[in-house]
């Protein structure tokens, strides 16, 4: 697939991937565009549909994805979520490192796929810690918490799997860990600014 390689984030709810993604959307404007996924769960406070997410319901997604829109799909904490190719094409057409935020059940999938990205993970760096996260964030009913944290413990086990990730950065200090995951995308990011240059 032509232009820069596209980058998974994956890594349990509550980990930091939408606080680092939109670090670098905003640093690196006109560098990374995010890949709207779609999904069946409520907007949380201050989420845009069409910008976080498309909100929609299970009988569309379904549709959609029995229509051979989406890339991958998957049911995760009692929701369905996935990424549609118009989502990935959208940022794709315009030049831009295609950021796409999925779990670990979208990564599997991914490589199935001709996507070619790179994979990071991001991990909390303890359980404890992304309990709390998770709780101080107050988007999650005490049920959504506890399906979280259950993915959660699969999913620090998964990463620790040689060969699934390129990188797993574990977020304890928000700017360290920006930096790990800048220094990673360093080659990506300069391909698409030498040819905005010319
Ligand atoms: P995810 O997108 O992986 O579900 P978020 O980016 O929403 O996670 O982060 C979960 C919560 O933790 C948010 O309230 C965020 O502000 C907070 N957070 C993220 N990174 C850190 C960090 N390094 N230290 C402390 N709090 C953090
Ligand atoms: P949240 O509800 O917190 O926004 O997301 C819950 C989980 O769904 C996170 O692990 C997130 O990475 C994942 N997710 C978001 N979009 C997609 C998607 O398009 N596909 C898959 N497989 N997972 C997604």
Do not use: W
């Not at 799909?73 to 996935?82: D, K, W």
């Not at 059940?105 to 996260?133: A, C, F, H, M, W």
């Not at 699934?164 to 300069?190: C, G, M, R, S």
């Amino acid at each position: 697939m032509a232009g820069p390689r596209p980058v998974v984030l994956s890594g349990p709810s509550g980990a930091g991937k939408s606080t680092l993604l939109k670090k670098l959307l905003k640093d690196y404007e006109g560098v990374f565009g995010f890949c709207v996924s779609h999904t069946t769960r409520n907007p949380r406070p201050g989420e845009e549909d069409g910008k976080d997410y498309h909100f929609v319901s299970r009988e569309t997604m379904q549709q959609g994805i029995n229509n051979g829109e989406f890339i991958e799909n998957a049911e995760f904490s009692g929701n369905m979520y996935g990424t549609s190719k118009a989502s990935v094409e959208d940022v794709q057409a315009q030049n831009l490192i295609c950021i796409l935020d999925v779990d670990i059940q979208g990564v599997k999938n991914i490589k199935k796929t001709d996507l070619n990205p790179i994979y990071v993970s991001i991990q909390p760096p303890s359980i404890e810690i992304l309990e709390k996260r998770l709780r101080d964030r107050q988007t999650e009913t005490e049920e959504s918490l506890q399906k979280r944290l259950e993915a959660a413990r699969l999913d620090m086990e998964l990463s620790k799997e040689p060969g699934i990730f390129d990188i797993v950065i574990i977020n304890d200090d928000l700017e360290e860990a920006y930096e790990k995951l800048k220094e990673v995308l360093t080659e990506e990011i300069k391909k698409v600014q030498e040819s905005k240059k010319s």
